[in-house]
């Protein structure tokens, strides 16, 4: 399995609501990242966990919380958004010294209302 | 800090063309560099991965570049398509192992 699998796809959701994005991977990788992504620019880093540590957080507002259960799995909590962060949240994982590069996944395209 | 340069940032092409894009870095201790592909909405897809040691990379109509010396890499496309059209970011890791990104080129093919 070479694959980075993200659920759901898309996401509409009120600022007063709590929702969960999913990610899974089973390529063995020990290093997993959130990204954030608004139209036209590039990802943009949230957070890195290495062996299922919370390695780097890039000053990410608390509304956004990161979990990671198992080496497979990657969750991002989500509670009192605003609209502004509306935007493709993308999750990719790699070896910890990223030595065969980056698998990222589809993407979950999140609008808040 | 790495700052990464994607040239140029949109390129519009009539099919069957042969296309370079290029993509230029600061610091020149970097790990490897990947080249990705996204469609509109979608994520990433990885094109090629260039290691450190590594000067090309091919992949069927795709080769990958590595100049260190000169912070360079170019992304050459043969014989372009209309399935080409997306956008191509360029991702370098160095000693963070944490990939920077370029702003990508946005690619449109026409038939």
Redesign the interface.
Known sequence: DTE?T?TPKHLVMGMTNKKSLKCEQHMGHR?M?WYKQKA????E?MF?YSYEKLS?NESVPSRFSPECPNSSLLNLHLHALQPEDSA?Y?C?S?Q????????????T?LTVV | KQEVTQIPAALSVPEGENLVLNCSFTDSAI??L?W?RQDP??????LL?IQSSQREQTSGRLNASLDKSSGRSTLYIAASQPGDSATY?C?I?GGS???T????T?LIVHP
Request: glycine share 14%; charged share 10%.
């Open positions: 980075v993200q290093a990242y036209k620019k590039p990802p880093l890195v780097i493709l993308l990719a790699s910890i010294k990223s030595l065969y590069g980056y698998t990222f996944g589809s993407g395209r | 790990y490897n990947q990705f909405g979608k994520g990433l897809t990885s991965l970011l991702a890791s192992y944490i990939p990104f370029g702003r990508g946005s």
